[in-house]
């Protein structure tokens, strides 16, 4: 089994699209309208904030979760130990971000908003009758003007050896969200699981863009799509030498929004990050 990359030109993009996303969890797009050259630039830019002090001045706020989280308060993955050998930085629009570095995220931003309310219609559109009967609202209504949307840029820093015994970059798991969206980065390592339980590589090709179903959409669609679970594993040779940044989109609904008769949106993420201890 492998996991194959749809041209979002052709014609018949949308079935192809939502048919890997239903059967792997996880859909790849090619020849898509985010530009590589402010992907490229907003790595580069971002990998200098994280080699710099001036990362601390931007320290998260717990009460907003937005900010510089540094790698001693990184995410210990669901039914894990080891927290993840990363740190990261959640930019929200109305949250902090230094200026010089915002118009580019905030531009990045948008792209990938606009972008992942198709996908939603798509997935909306190629969901059976019984499926779509489970919809509160339309899926890409349920975004629209969410301040909820988070866009985390993450930094895998290079291994030096005095790891953890067992801590791998991001332990398995699966996202919260509806959908993420993530252009490939800038080195590889993101594996997804089968059904049967093997890891898959995920195609790193840059320029690829890589969609992945989170737990608020399998929860809509009453577990016809499925919430995938992956990981980044740790890399080996000379590639440890070598960061990783990486750009994900959580894709998240406006609170109020009703996922199931058990959960609005705002009452599963905050099931799911005291999970996590989060919060």
């Known amino acids: 089994m492998k996991l194959e990359a749809v041209d979002y030109t052709a014609d018949n993009a949308e079935a192809l699209f939502v048919e890997s996303l239903r059967n792997t969890g996880f859909g790849v797009l090619k020849n898509h309208p985010i530009q590589q050259k402010l992907v490229s630039s907003i790595y580069e830019h971002w990998n200098t904030f994280f080699n710099s002090e001036e990362k601390q001045?931007?320290?998260?706020?717990v009460a907003t979760q937005d900010?510089?989280?540094?790698?001693e308060?990184?995410?210990?993955?669901?039914g894990h130990t080891k927290?993840?050998?990363k740190e990261y930085f959640h930019f929200y629009p109305w949250g902090q971000c230094p200026e010089a570095l915002r118009e580019e995220l905030q531009n990045y931003y948008d792209e990938a908003n606009k972008l992942a309310a198709e996908l939603l219609s798509w997935v909306e559109k190629h969901s059976p009758d019984h499926v779509s009967a489970l919809y509160s609202q339309s899926l890409s209504s349920m975004i629209d003007g969410s301040?909820?949307?988070?866009?985390?840029?993450?930094h895998y820093p290079p291994l030096n050896g005095d790891e953890e015994l067992g801590a791998i970059r991001a332990g398995a798991h699966e996202d919260i969200n509806l959908l993420t969206v993530l252009p490939a980065a800038n080195e590889p390592?993101?594996?997804v699981q089968t059904k049967e339980g093997d890891w898959l590589d995920v195609p790193c090709d840059f320029g690829?863009?890589?969609i992945n179903i989170g737990d608020m959409l399998q929860e809509a669609s009453g577990g016809y799509f499925p919430?995938?679970?992956?990981?980044?594993?740790?890399?080996?040779g000379t590639d440890k030498t070598k960061a990783r940044i990486s750009l994900p989109l959580f894709l998240h609904p406006k609170p109020e929004v009703v996922l199931s008769e058990r959960h609005t949106a705002d009452s599963y993420l905050m099931e799911r990050l005291k999970e996590l201890g989060v919060i």
């Open 189 to 191: 390592g993101l594996q």
């Open 227 to 236: 919430s995938t679970t992956h990981r980044v594993i740790n890399p080996e």
């Open 73 to 78: 308060v990184s995410e210990i993955a669901k």
């Open 208 to 210: 690829n863009l890589i």
């Open 57 to 61: 001045d931007y320290y998260f706020n």
């Open 147 to 154: 301040d909820k949307t988070l866009l985390r840029v993450l």
């Open 67 to 71: 900010g510089f989280f540094p790698a």
């Open 83 to 85: 927290k993840d050998i």
